[in-house]
């Protein structure tokens, strides 16, 4: 799969082109209006279709949200966990694909502990959210992909990949820290 992004004029709408796959010439796109579309010949296999669905979902959650934000004025929403639906302060429920390991900060549903100790809470924000912000860890997906991008670009999203390069887990502070610090 690519990611691009390019603008399309077809009769009284354009349409900005967010992905696409060669192979199989499917796109997921978003029309000057706001609809999100994925598109594509008959015939894709359910790896393709779920993988689209998946970067459309998550695309457009974190993007909601940054608008949101922005257009707020603030960081945070405090609004229940997307996935799992828990309201802020309370802990993910066990299968919630969100939810980060409080001893390992990766994915919950990964790390082989499976007890209440390693449970963390939904903050209202998206793990390691506050980190990118407090670091300027932004990107923006350019037309060779994502590229770091300041805070005030209009198509800026938290840079998670980034955080998770540049930083290392604290355990007992339970959040991301630069490894410089």
Known sequence: MTLARRTLTSGSF??????????????????????????GPLGLT????????????????ARLQHLVNVAAG?????????SCYVTAGSLH???????????????RSGCGHF???????WTGRLP???????????ARLGSSG??????????AMPDFNRLYTECRWDAQAQRMRLISD
Do not use: M, N
């Open 115 to 121: 007890t209440d100790r390693c449970r963390t809470p």
């Open 128 to 138: 390691g959210e506050a980190e990118c912000h407090e670091y300027g860890f932004y």
């Open 74 to 82: 603030t960081q945070s929403a405090d609004g229940p966990c997307p």
């Open 14 to 39: 354009s349409i900005t082109v967010i992905a696409s796959t060669s192979y199989t010439d499917t796109q997921l796109a978003v029309t000057d209006t706001g609809e999100i579309t994925v598109t």
């Open 93 to 107: 429920t066990d299968l919630c694909d969100l939810a980060r390991c409080a001893f390992t900060g990766l994915q």
């Open 146 to 155: 994502w590229e770091p991008c300041p805070a005030d670009h209009p198509d």
């Open 46 to 61: 359910d790896e393709t279709v779920k993988t689209f669905v998946a970067y459309k979902e998550a695309w457009i959650g």
